[in-house]
């Protein structure tokens, strides 16, 4: 079956697009349409794409670890290629309306890449081309990244690790009938405000045009600080309202248990 590029744009609703950044709706989303074009129309799977894009982003980190302009320069276009990947395969499933079942693993692993890979590249982008850091401290760069990774990464483990044993937790207690965004859809909640603030300033915002500016004017050190600062930032704030949000489930948990035993 052939999709038109009709078919492929008509796709994308009005709500989906509005919960994507702003960099996004206004220049990744029109760029990953004749991308789908050509790959829903040659075969391609969503989870195929998002498999691929696992590759792309590796490349690009890569890329940017070289200490030579053209190679940052394909890093930087490459790790924004990954982010038009990362609607294609949204694009992909949607026209063909086929629900797979492991779907959000590939995807979900697919987005992992720029918080570990990208941002440890980014270290090493800066440790080649800082002029702010003498040349003896540089070494701390690459720390920097790697640690400014890993927060974010099991930031979003914690995150993850929560609302499993939450939902489960809920279900058991017979709370539970359907998982939804709604905590996503509060303006008040934390959820969505986190949701706001990383979506923006995180990978899918501005920090991808941010890439091409650091590479042209050898400012990754700074870039890299500003993340560092956020992601680390992050990582502290979601633990301590994590640890607040179980203790206080926890109790509440048990006294319901303690109240059905009687």
């Known amino acids: 079956m052939k999709y038109s590029y009709k078919d492929i744009t ?17 220049w990744v989303r029109k760029a990953s349409f004749p991308i789908t074009y050509l790959f829903i129309n040659t075969g391609w799977t969503a989870n195929m794409v998002s498999v691929l894009s696992w590759f792309v982003i590796f490349g690009a980190a890569v890329l940017l670890c070289v200490n030579d302009f053209w190679c940052m320069l394909a890093g930087v276009i490459l790790t924004n290629f990954w982010l038009v990947l990362d609607c294609v395969d949204g694009n ?12 959000d693993f590939y995807d979900a692993a697919a987005g992992y890449g720029p918080f570990s890979f990208t941002t440890i590249a980014l270290g090493v982008a800066a440790y080649n081309t800082s002029y702010l850091v003498p040349e003896q401290y540089r070494v701390w760069l690459i720390l920097l990244g790697a640690v400014a990774a890993v927060s974010n990464v099991y930031m979003r483990l914690v995150h993850q690790k929560y609302q499993n044993c939450f939902f489960a937790a809920q279900k058991i207690l017979g709370e539970l009938d359907e998982i939804t965004l709604e905590d996503t859809e509060d303006k008040r909640s934390f959820a969505y405000i986190r949701e706001q603030i990383d979506k923006n300033f995180g ?11 650091a590479l042209f004017t050898n400012t990754f050190d700074i870039m890299l600080g500003c993340y ?35």
């Open 203 to 213: 990978v899918s915002g501005i920090f991808m045009p941010w890439l091409f500016v």
């Open 92 to 103: 992909i499933a949607r026209v063909k309306k086929v629900k797979t079942f492991m779907g």
């Open 10 to 26: 008509s796709s994308l609703t009005k709500k989906k697009n509005s919960r994507s950044s702003l960099w996004v709706q206004l």
């Open 228 to 262: 560092a600062a956020y992601y680390i930032l992050s990582f502290l704030a979601v633990c301590v309202l994590y640890c607040k949000r179980a203790t206080a489930f926890e109790k509440k948990a048990q006294e319901k248990m303690r109240s059905k035993e009687q």
